[in-house]
């Protein structure tokens, strides 16, 4: 069985500051890990995912994520949070041999001014 | 407008009554997913389409439900006999196997679903 845990329902990070979203997972295969934002009213977007290779991944918008395989997380992170950012995040995986995505439960990102 | 469509955006109906969903893909696009989405959770996987073929389908996935994808584009999602634990938001997901975009899936607005 694969999964994955947000841990943090919310993270308020002030406009400029850096901001860091918690992932971890688990999975019996190779992972394959997502992110995904969900703006009010809108459809979930893709931002990045790491299928193979260096463990930092640039996405959309100037987002990134480290995979860590010793610590099975994948957290993402942005430099410098805009006002803009502040959404719905979900972190996903699924095992390499396989189409099933899981995610998980939603990170709320408010990016205050 | 070329991403995911999917009709109708909301659908009320009684519980007892069958329903049907739509998903239009991205045109190239061969594989197509469903999820099932509730207030404060994740999307959950329901089944995936490889062209026309399912090829992985969940334990969510109650013998009142069925998905079909007849000619490897659009997909249908029916729900028979609806219950009230089937109120939810239905998102249906479409990617390219290979290429650049490999493992993105790119989601419709879904459709929400409101059994009384």
């Known amino acids: 069985a694969q999964s994955v845990a947000q841990p943090e329902d919310q993270v308020n990070v002030a406009e400029g500051n850096p901001l860091t979203v918690k992932c971890t997972y688990s999975v019996s295969g190779n992972p394959y890990l997502f992110w995904y934002v969900q703006y009010p009213n809108r459809g979930l977007q893709f931002l990045l995912k790491y299928i193979t290779g260096d463990n930092l991944v640039k996405g959309s918008y100037g987002f990134e994520a480290e995979f860590n395989k010793s610590q099975t997380s994948f957290h993402l992170k942005k430099p410098s949070a805009l006002v803009s950012d502040s959404a719905l995040y979900f972190c996903?995986?699924?095992?390499?041999?396989?189409?099933?995505?899981?995610f998980g439960i939603g990170t709320k990102l408010q990016v205050i001014p | 407008d070329t991403g995911v469509s999917q009709n109708p955006r909301h659908k009320i109906t009684k519980r007892g009554q069958n329903v049907t969903f739509r998903c239009d893909p991205i045109s190239e696009h061969n594989r197509l997913y469903w999820y099932r989405q509730t207030l404060g959770q994740g999307p959950e996987f329901l089944t995936y389409?490889?062209?026309?073929?399912?090829?992985?389908k969940s334990r969510l996935l109650s013998d009142r439900f069925s998905a079909e994808r007849p000619k490897g584009s659009f997909s249908t999602l029916e729900i028979q006999r609806t219950e009230q634990g089937d109120s939810a938001m239905y998102l249906c997901?479409?990617?390219?196997?290979?290429?650049?975009?490999?493992?993105?899936?790119?989601f419709g607005p879904g459709t929400r679903l409101t059994v009384l």
């Open positions: 997901a479409s990617s390219l196997s290979g290429g650049r975009s490999h493992n993105e899936q790119f």
């Open positions: 996903a995986v699924r095992d390499g041999g396989y189409q099933k995505v899981t």
């Open positions: 389409f490889q062209n026309e073929a399912q090829l992985e």
